[in-house]
Protein backbone atom coordinates (compact mmCIF):
# COMPACT_ATOMS: atom_id res chain seq x y z
CA UNK A 1 0.00 0.00 0.00
CA UNK A 2 1.15 3.21 -0.64
CA UNK A 3 1.20 6.06 2.28
CA UNK A 4 0.18 9.79 2.30
CA UNK A 5 2.28 12.38 0.68
CA UNK A 6 3.31 14.46 3.37
CA UNK A 7 2.86 18.24 3.09
CA UNK A 8 4.16 20.73 5.51
CA UNK A 9 3.37 24.73 5.89
CA UNK A 10 4.91 26.75 8.60
CA UNK A 11 3.05 30.11 10.09
CA UNK A 12 3.52 33.83 9.94
CA UNK A 13 7.25 35.38 10.77
CA UNK A 14 8.85 32.04 10.23
CA UNK A 15 10.10 29.94 7.42
CA UNK A 16 10.36 25.69 6.49
CA UNK A 17 13.16 24.78 8.85
CA UNK A 18 11.00 25.03 11.83
CA UNK A 19 9.66 21.35 10.47
CA UNK A 20 13.61 20.00 10.47
CA UNK A 21 13.70 18.39 13.67
CA UNK A 22 10.19 16.83 13.13
CA UNK A 23 11.22 15.65 9.34
CA UNK A 24 14.51 14.37 11.14
CA UNK A 25 12.54 12.06 13.81
CA UNK A 26 10.76 11.11 11.10
CA UNK A 27 13.04 9.96 8.54
CA UNK A 28 10.75 11.67 6.24
CA UNK A 29 13.26 14.36 4.42
CA UNK A 30 11.67 13.95 0.90
CA UNK A 31 8.21 15.69 2.40
CA UNK A 32 6.72 18.23 0.69
CA UNK A 33 7.44 21.59 2.60
CA UNK A 34 6.46 24.30 1.19
CA UNK A 35 7.31 28.40 1.78
CA UNK A 36 5.34 30.96 1.93
CA UNK A 37 7.59 33.44 1.14
CA UNK A 38 8.32 35.72 3.86
CA UNK A 39 12.14 35.29 3.89
CA UNK A 40 12.02 35.72 -0.05
CA UNK A 41 11.61 32.16 -1.63
CA UNK A 42 9.67 32.21 -4.32
CA UNK A 43 5.62 32.31 -3.83
CA UNK A 44 4.89 31.07 -7.59
CA UNK A 45 7.43 28.09 -7.03
CA UNK A 46 5.01 27.29 -3.79
CA UNK A 47 1.72 27.50 -6.00
CA UNK A 48 3.73 25.33 -8.05
CA UNK A 49 4.54 22.61 -6.00
CA UNK A 50 1.10 22.72 -4.21
CA UNK A 51 -0.63 22.28 -7.77
CA UNK A 52 1.69 19.10 -8.51
CA UNK A 53 0.10 17.62 -5.04
CA UNK A 54 -3.31 18.34 -5.74
CA UNK A 55 -3.05 16.82 -9.33
CA UNK A 56 -2.54 13.73 -8.08
CA UNK A 57 -3.78 10.93 -6.83
CA UNK A 58 -2.21 10.08 -3.71
CA UNK A 59 -3.93 11.31 -0.71
CA UNK A 60 -2.45 13.73 1.44
CA UNK A 61 -1.54 14.53 4.97
CA UNK A 62 -1.18 18.67 5.37
CA UNK A 63 0.31 19.41 7.97
CA UNK A 64 0.23 22.99 9.66
CA UNK A 65 1.70 24.92 11.95
CA UNK A 66 -0.37 27.90 12.97
CA UNK A 67 -1.63 29.96 10.31
CA UNK A 68 0.08 27.31 7.85
CA UNK A 69 -2.56 25.16 8.96
CA UNK A 70 -5.20 27.77 8.31
CA UNK A 71 -3.53 28.43 4.81
CA UNK A 72 -4.01 24.49 3.82
CA UNK A 73 -7.57 24.47 4.71
CA UNK A 74 -7.92 27.24 2.51
CA UNK A 75 -6.89 25.43 -0.13
CA UNK A 76 -9.41 23.15 -2.43
CA UNK A 77 -9.74 20.27 -4.38
CA UNK A 78 -7.07 17.91 -2.39
CA UNK A 79 -7.00 14.16 -3.40
CA UNK A 80 -9.93 12.06 -1.66
CA UNK A 81 -8.42 10.78 1.82
CA UNK A 82 -6.44 13.86 2.43
CA UNK A 83 -6.07 14.22 5.90
CA UNK A 84 -5.20 17.63 8.10
CA UNK A 85 -2.81 17.52 11.16
CA UNK A 86 -3.06 21.61 12.90
CA UNK A 87 -0.05 21.70 15.37
CA UNK A 88 -0.63 25.41 17.39
CA UNK A 89 -3.67 26.03 15.27
CA UNK A 90 -7.10 27.82 14.87
CA UNK A 91 -9.99 27.74 12.70
CA UNK A 92 -10.17 31.12 12.59
CA UNK A 93 -7.65 34.26 14.52
CA UNK A 94 -9.64 36.89 13.63
CA UNK A 95 -12.26 38.06 16.31
CA UNK A 96 -15.39 38.97 14.86
CA UNK A 97 -18.54 38.71 15.94
CA UNK A 98 -20.02 35.80 17.65
CA UNK A 99 -16.22 34.73 17.86
CA UNK A 100 -14.78 36.79 20.49
CA UNK A 101 -11.58 34.74 21.50
CA UNK A 102 -9.93 35.71 18.58
CA UNK A 103 -7.29 38.27 18.11
CA UNK A 104 -8.86 41.95 17.47
CA UNK A 105 -8.75 43.13 14.51
CA UNK A 106 -7.25 46.74 15.42
CA UNK A 107 -3.74 44.49 16.92
CA UNK A 108 -3.21 43.05 13.55
CA UNK A 109 -4.12 46.51 11.43
CA UNK A 110 -1.31 47.51 13.77
CA UNK A 111 0.83 45.18 12.65
CA UNK A 112 0.34 45.52 9.17
CA UNK A 113 1.19 49.41 9.53
CA UNK A 114 4.01 48.81 11.87
CA UNK A 115 5.86 45.99 8.55
CA UNK A 116 5.57 49.87 6.42
CA UNK A 117 7.77 51.74 9.33
CA UNK A 118 9.91 49.18 10.83
CA UNK A 119 9.09 44.91 9.43
CA UNK A 120 12.38 43.88 11.53
CA UNK A 121 10.93 45.27 14.96
CA UNK A 122 7.52 44.07 14.15
CA UNK A 123 8.77 40.58 13.26
CA UNK A 124 10.88 40.26 16.11
CA UNK A 125 8.86 41.01 18.76
CA UNK A 126 6.44 38.39 17.12
CA UNK A 127 9.34 35.93 17.42
CA UNK A 128 10.39 37.11 20.90
CA UNK A 129 6.06 36.10 22.01
CA UNK A 130 7.02 32.70 20.19
CA UNK A 131 10.14 31.79 21.61
CA UNK A 132 12.69 31.88 18.60
CA UNK A 133 15.11 34.14 17.75
CA UNK A 134 15.34 36.87 15.56
CA UNK A 135 15.65 36.94 12.01
CA UNK A 136 18.54 39.33 10.32
CA UNK A 137 17.04 42.66 8.19
CA UNK A 138 18.27 41.88 4.93
CA UNK A 139 15.69 38.55 5.16
CA UNK A 140 12.58 39.89 5.01
CA UNK A 141 9.69 39.69 2.07
CA UNK A 142 7.88 42.56 3.67
CA UNK A 143 4.70 41.81 1.02
CA UNK A 144 4.49 38.25 1.95
CA UNK A 145 4.09 39.08 5.32
CA UNK A 146 1.45 41.80 4.95
CA UNK A 147 -0.44 39.10 2.66
CA UNK A 148 0.06 36.41 5.42
CA UNK A 149 -1.34 39.13 8.18
CA UNK A 150 -4.43 39.57 5.75
CA UNK A 151 -4.95 35.92 5.60
CA UNK A 152 -4.65 35.81 9.59
CA UNK A 153 -7.79 38.55 9.23
CA UNK A 154 -9.96 37.32 6.90
CA UNK A 155 -9.52 33.49 6.61
CA UNK A 156 -12.26 31.23 8.32
CA UNK A 157 -11.95 27.38 7.74
CA UNK A 158 -14.49 26.75 10.53
CA UNK A 159 -17.24 25.44 7.96
CA UNK A 160 -14.69 23.61 5.77
CA UNK A 161 -13.66 21.33 9.01
CA UNK A 162 -17.57 21.36 9.98
CA UNK A 163 -17.71 19.41 6.67
CA UNK A 164 -14.38 16.87 7.54
CA UNK A 165 -15.33 16.52 10.90
CA UNK A 166 -18.17 14.77 10.01
CA UNK A 167 -15.56 11.83 8.73
CA UNK A 168 -13.67 10.70 12.07
CA UNK A 169 -10.06 10.94 11.98
CA UNK A 170 -9.47 13.82 9.01
CA UNK A 171 -8.55 16.13 11.27
CA UNK A 172 -6.52 16.51 14.91
CA UNK A 173 -5.34 19.36 16.26
CA UNK A 174 -2.05 19.66 18.99
CA UNK A 175 -1.91 22.77 21.11
CA UNK A 176 0.10 24.44 24.29
CA UNK A 177 -2.13 24.81 27.03
CA UNK A 178 0.89 27.91 27.69
CA UNK A 179 0.48 28.71 23.71
CA UNK A 180 0.95 33.14 24.14
CA UNK A 181 -0.20 33.47 20.80
CA UNK A 182 -3.12 31.15 20.61
CA UNK A 183 -5.18 31.24 23.38
CA UNK A 184 -6.94 27.85 24.73
CA UNK A 185 -10.06 29.42 24.34
CA UNK A 186 -9.46 30.66 20.64
CA UNK A 187 -8.57 26.87 20.49
CA UNK A 188 -11.83 25.34 21.75
CA UNK A 189 -14.08 28.15 19.71
CA UNK A 190 -12.48 27.69 16.42
CA UNK A 191 -12.42 23.79 15.91
CA UNK A 192 -16.05 21.94 16.03
CA UNK A 193 -16.90 19.08 18.90
CA UNK A 194 -15.66 16.59 15.76
CA UNK A 195 -12.07 17.27 15.86
CA UNK A 196 -10.11 16.26 18.46
CA UNK A 197 -7.61 18.25 20.44
CA UNK A 198 -4.75 16.96 22.19
CA UNK A 199 -3.59 19.66 24.96
CA UNK A 200 0.54 19.46 25.83
CA UNK A 201 0.47 20.89 29.32
CA UNK A 202 3.52 22.68 29.16
CA UNK A 203 3.18 23.39 25.22
CA UNK A 204 3.98 26.92 23.72
CA UNK A 205 3.23 28.01 20.05
CA UNK A 206 6.63 26.44 18.89
CA UNK A 207 5.30 22.60 19.44
CA UNK A 208 7.06 21.69 15.95
CA UNK A 209 10.77 22.75 18.49
CA UNK A 210 9.94 22.15 21.97
CA UNK A 211 7.67 18.92 21.14
CA UNK A 212 9.12 17.15 18.14
CA UNK A 213 8.88 13.85 19.35
CA UNK A 214 4.54 14.89 20.48
CA UNK A 215 4.14 16.12 16.51
CA UNK A 216 6.35 13.17 15.20
CA UNK A 217 4.32 10.79 16.58
CA UNK A 218 1.02 12.33 15.77
CA UNK A 219 2.25 12.42 12.25
CA UNK A 220 2.82 8.28 12.33
CA UNK A 221 -0.65 7.60 13.88
CA UNK A 222 -2.15 9.99 11.17
CA UNK A 223 0.07 8.33 8.33
CA UNK A 224 -1.25 4.70 9.63
CA UNK A 225 -4.71 5.76 9.60
CA UNK A 226 -4.26 6.74 5.65
CA UNK A 227 -2.97 3.60 5.07
CA UNK A 228 -5.43 1.40 6.75
CA UNK A 229 -8.35 3.25 4.97
CA UNK A 230 -6.70 2.94 1.69
Known amino acids: MIGP ?21 LDQRSACVLDLGYFGASQSDTQQRLDAVLRGSQP ?7 LGFLWL ?4 GWPKGTRFLGINAF ?15 RMLTRMQ ?28 CVPA ?14 PALAR ?26 SFPPGVPVEWESEGGHMLPLTHLHVCAEAVRCMMSQNLENS
Open 145 to 158: LQDGLTELMTLDAR
Open 5 to 25: RLVFVHGWGCGPDIWEPVLEA
Open 91 to 105: GRFAAEDGFSQGVPQ
Open 73 to 76: LSRG
Open 113 to 140: TGLQRDAVQVVNNFRARCGVGPVTPNAL
Open 60 to 66: VLAVGHS
Open 164 to 189: LAEVAGTVKVLAGEHDPIVSPGMTQA
